[in-house]
């Protein structure tokens, strides 16, 4: 596929959603299945206001897969922060194709701004929060104007900061949805098998939770998945998603 190119049309969506209405969402699909709750959201009232939001990195073909099955015109955001390894830009591509997605948008850092605060590249080495700001948050937040809802795929087991993560979240006036909150590994790799999907490269290697190939290492046995993510930092997450009560820590 190479590297697509993706013109956005910019419009900024007045905000739809509050923290009533995600919680009224979790109310609703309380029991409902993740497959079965975005059929129903991704052909009812959120059809064409919602965006998947994806790195695809270790597990991300399973949503992705149950995204497809409904509407493979789902738009489907990456950021290319220009520090991804070359094997999760050949996955994207082989995934993408292989499910049939129709609108994959890659977001890239506004090159000015990376002239003035990381002209070397290497801020990742003496700024983390300030690299993953300039190279992740930044071209998201671009990426998500048109949008009033947006698909996230974290997952509770993946580090002890998201085990009480909902389905539902208010962000920035945007509803969060992350329907596998409450899947185990076990489903995950069940659901891998059921569908014959094809796995990061980089997983059998040790590769647990997959981000920029400089501040992601192998995950040793009995560690979290995402223990490998900018070890030797006190840094567990980008900065995509922010902690929705003073002193959580934030999760992605």
Known sequence: MGEPAHDLDIIDVRPAFTAADAAAMQERFEGVSAPDMLRELLTGELHGR????????A????????IAQVDRDVPVIFTNTQKMFGETLAYRDE??????????????????LLRLKDEKGLRWSYDPDGCCDLRKVEPLRRALLPFQSWISG???FQASTRKALPRFEEDEGRLKINPLADWSKEKLDGYFADH????HPLEAQGYLSIGCAPCTSKVRPGEDPRAGRWRGWDKVECGIHV???PGEEPAF
């Open 243 to 245: 902690a929705e009560k």
């Open 59 to 66: 597990e991300s073909a399973v949503l992705l897969h149950m």
């Open 50 to 57: 919602i965006a998947a939001v994806s790195s695809f990195g």
């Open 196 to 199: 014959d999907l094809p796995r």
């Open 95 to 112: 995934l993408s194709e292989r499910l049939g997605m129709t609108d994959l948008r890659v977001l890239r850092p506004d090159p000015r």
């Open 154 to 156: 974290r997952k509770g």
